[in-house]
């Protein structure tokens, strides 16, 4: 049951110690909290949320982390959520709103899931801006050896749109601009999104703005927004997106909800900015990485932790019984019904994920996130499977009765967090080549044989050499239903190979993303998209959870 709320200005004040003029209001339930509002040192300890590999039937971890937070909280833990931003494709597309469901919500969740503080729209602003700024300096200097030979930087918008991949711009004549082949990224694959999250201070994203590599000059000569010389009109259009967003759940948690780059196609984490705020402002941080732990938590402790120093207490491991039967080999259709067998076969997919938990270093606990069908006979298999693993477990039925429903899981939070955090064991290091790092993270982490490099990413793999940016960390961008670079390939485990199609350097971000099994950056929308259910009821959004 919720809990009456206070204004976000009374809770910033009651629960985080914030001054009113450290926060910037946006009405009653959502605020930005000034750069350097807390206090120095973070002191707080840090929950990574992530889950086994995803299925259509969902898992839950947005809802579970906000359950999870809650019910530390009525065990009289400060604790606070430090989560990502809904992105409007997947809201309109298959996937639907993005702040939890039932009890154990972020609110106010319809405005969370659209427009916000408005953060998106400024990172879709700025991309597009620059990609304005380059097409005229191109324009102006046809001709010339410092004409735009390749162009890296695409548009970006916040919509599935398949038919924006790929354009053709500048038609219709000269003074229409310059005819070439462009297109379009879904706003959480712009560069400028995770600069965003992976910056500490503005002057840092300011830095890194410069740093993007926009292409190559006619003369072979690599082009930066620092050549450009419009950096700073950039970070203009990003200084108020670059502060953390502040609201609550439905029992008065606070959450820290900013940045919302995706994991399959980037680093699937929210800012290091809001992460370090949670980390200053609470006892207990819980965070979130995208999709399964080979995904976005593979980045979340390979890119953001190895940047940021992070170094997490405990990692939850979200799962369903459904999810675990799909792993089964059970049709979608009969997902709800009883099936020990089923259930049996799919705990090999769980098996997989506290491996590569554990392979961090990590401790690892399994939440259960629980649904009415649930029988008790399939719990106690699950518990039992975990015993015999020697891995920690608890259930958490927060979507019906929040904060309370996962006080078993809040009880072994504090218990396995009482000893300070192992140092991280990450999957490569910085100075293995970029090749490397990428197989290291096929084997070590998907379980694959090893890589294929198609020759745009051989080609690609000698100008990142001869740039200097081999020592950055590399982003997978890959499906997430399996762990192959096949959607299909759900059942396979090992001895696969991976292809990797092309290899991007993100000076600014600074990581090297390797595009695998034709990834799309632009994702499309289903036969039944989520919007069909959106409305507008005596003034009331509807159909966004």
């Not at 004040?13 to 807390?38: C, N």
């Not at 399996?482 to 190979?497: A, R």
């Amino acid at each position: 049951m919720s809990l009456p709320l206070s204004p976000v200005a009374a809770m910033a004040l009651e629960k985080l110690g914030l001054r009113p003029d450290q926060i910037i209001t946006y009405g009653d339930q959502k605020a930005k909290i000034k750069a350097h509002a807390a206090p120095a040192d973070p002191c707080g300890k840090l929950i990574l949320v992530t889950s086994i590999t995803p299925t259509k039937a969902g898992n839950g971890k947005t809802t579970t982390s906000i359950g999870l937070a809650d019910g530390l909280r009525r065990i009289g833990k400060k604790a606070i959520l430090a989560l990502r931003e809904p992105s409007l494709g997947p809201c309109f597309g298959m996937k639907g709103g993005a702040t939890g469901a039932g009890q154990s919500q972020l609110v106010p969740a319809d405005e969370i899931n659209l427009h916000f503080t408005g953060d998106f729209h400024a990172i879709s602003s700025a991309n597009n801006m620059l990609s304005a700024l380059l097409e005229n300096y191109n324009y102006h200097q046809q001709g010339t050896q410092n004409e735009m030979k390749d162009i890296y930087w695409r548009r970006v918008m916040d919509v599935n749109d398949r038919s924006l991949r790929f354009i053709i711009t500048g038609l219709h004549g000269e003074k229409n601009g310059l005819p070439q082949e462009a297109g379009f990224d879904i706003t959480p694959a712009s560069e400028l999104m995770a600069i965003l999250c992976l910056s500490e201070t503005l002057e840092e994203l300011r830095t890194k703005v410069d740093d993007i590599l926009l292409g190559y000059t006619a003369g072979d000569t690599p082009f930066t927004t620092r050549d450009l010389k419009v950096g700073g009109a950039i970070t203009a259009l990003l200084k108020d997106a670059f502060l953390p967003n502040l609201v609550q759940t439905l029992e008065g948690t606070p959450a820290l909800v900013h940045g919302g780059p995706f994991a399959n196609i980037a680093h699937g984490c929210n800012s290091i900015i809001a992460t370090r705020t949670a980390l200053q402002l609470g006892d207990y941080v819980l965070t979130e990485a995208g999709f399964g732990s080979d995904l976005g938590a593979e980045k979340f402790f390979n890119i953001k932790c190895r940047k940021a120093g992070f170094s997490p207490a405990l990692s939850v491991l979200v799962i369903t019984t459904q999810s675990v039967k799909l792993h089964g080999e059970v049709p979608a259709s009969k997902i709800k019904e009883p099936d020990p067998a089923a259930l049996q076969l799919g705990m090999r997919n769980v098996e997989k994920h506290i491996g590569i938990l554990r392979s961090f270093g990590q401790k690892v606990l399994v939440v259960l996130n629980r649904f009415d069908f649930d029988s008790d006979e399939e719990i106690a298999a699950i518990r039992n499977w975990c015993t015999s693993h020697a891995v920690e477990f608890a259930v958490s039925n927060a979507y019906n009765e929040g904060g309370s429903g996962s006080m078993e899981a809040a009880e072994k939070i504090v218990a396995m967090t009482q000893e300070p955090p192992a140092p991280i064991q990450f999957t490569y290091d910085q100075d293995d080549t970029v090749e490397e790092k990428i197989r290291k993270i096929v084997t070590r982490i998907y379980g694959g044989a090893g890589i294929h490099l198609e020759k745009k990413a051989r080609q690609h793999l000698k100008r990142i050499k001869t740039l200097g940016f081999g020592h950055f960390p590399v982003c997978v961008a890959k499906t997430q239903y399996s762990f192959t670079d096949i959607p299909e390939e759900l059942y396979t485990y090992k001895d696969f190979e991976i292809t990797v199609d092309d290899v991007v350097v993100n000076a600014g971000a600074g990581f090297i993303v390797a595009v695998c099994g034709e990834m799309m950056r632009m994702p499309g929308l289903p036969a039944t998209p989520s919007a069909m259910k959106i409305d507008v009821v005596d003034g009331v959004i509807t159909g966004l959870t």
